[in-house]
């Protein structure tokens, strides 16, 4: 049973039979038949995800992962009281988050919120821009398991061909930019999440959005870790963890509330 | 029990008491006792990791995930096919990774594999350098349940202070570059595991360890994943999944071979 749950775990969105298991662990079908029940009803007790079962002869069971709206919030209120912390400013007003990105408990539940805030989209591949907003992308794929697609700023020889497209980069001043992705990395009629680490100007993300028509694919939804107050919302939906209201540089405050990934549409 | 697994599985290497459990599922201790035997039991069995109990009043249990060596060849050995596909060369003699690179199931199984083969080491981060290198340092830090740390070859504003050091730049024709880290992304004293792609001349490692000093840190080890058999060998020790012995542009064929990560030291 432990086995089979961590099977189940390592394999989500897949559909596995039976048999599989059967063969797998070497007991019998119906000793697998009473586990899965035992384990479906553990899983949604504790809202780890949910364990559908599919019958007939191409039928099996495939795990959803899931994590309740309590612990989703809890999660990121904690987080707020991080994003709040003064020592984060950096000159220019910008919020140093590389921490909070780079540690694997805090992005494997972000993976787990952002997952469940789509649950509803059919997802194929999870696209984000270099370099923050890889370990993003990254957690929310591994929750799909679906591949991720990483756009570039530079042209890279170990990319292949690429397309282009220009794009608005906020960062730089409303300058015209550049970002590529490699032809090979997106099959076309794709839906697509896109996740980023900051949303302010919308400029690279409405870059990715024109890559996807390149693509010959769809937007499936967007989702951001921060975003600003003054975020272009006219342009694009999307989905925010975490909302910066005020970032006040001379007396090193930063205002942080939860985003609305957790309304109700 | 069920719950108590995928508990242990996504909180490697930490030290969870009984009582935790106890009160986190509201069962008596002594109940979980018995479940946690039954659970060591499985994990051993399937090789899933091994869960140790220290006991007395700071007691509790750890886990350690884990892969069998037969498990960890039959997957290295798919890797070897994957790799050996005639059109990922690309000119110059450069292969096409990403699609490996940015697969979950795959990118978790090298996390695992490269975790075990440093079991012995004491791990505080990992380190890689960005883009291609982010998702595999992402996928050992899952493991290790560490941080992972993201040197880059260009200076973003999203980063603070940093500090740089000079390296030879193979790709670029053996031209001297830069490599920066954020001051605050490593704490002084830290043991790093240091993880790329690909590994051809060193130069881009050589610059990482250069940059380990720098913040009074001690390499802890070096894993690729994949070597060219020209790769120089004597300037540090290095563990490698994948070795490509030979790329024949001219007949789009490429030889790879098990690199060294499963040879017994």
Redesign the interface.
Known sequence: ???I??YL???PYELTSLNTFAEKYESAKSSISEDMV??KR??E??E?GHVETITGAGGGVIFTPSISDTEGRSIVEELCAKLSESDRI???G??????LL????I??NIGRIIAKAFRNQKIDAVMTV???G??LA??V??VL??????V?R?L?????STVSVNYVSG?SGDRIEKMFL?K??LKAGSRVLIVDD?LKGGGTINGMVSLLSEFDSELAGVAVFADNAQAARDTFEYKSLLRVTNIDVKNSKIDVEVGNIFDKE
Chains 1, 2 share one sequence.
């Open positions: 049973m432990v086995v749950s961590n775990m390592n394999h035992i384990i553990a899983f007790e504790m780890i950096l000159p220019g910008y919020i140093y988050l590389s921490d780079s540690t694997p408990a992005l494997k270099a370099t923050k890889v370990p990254n957690a794929a591994n398991n679906v591949p991720f697609v990483i570039r530079d890279k020889i170990t990319e292949g960062s490699s090979r990395s900051f």
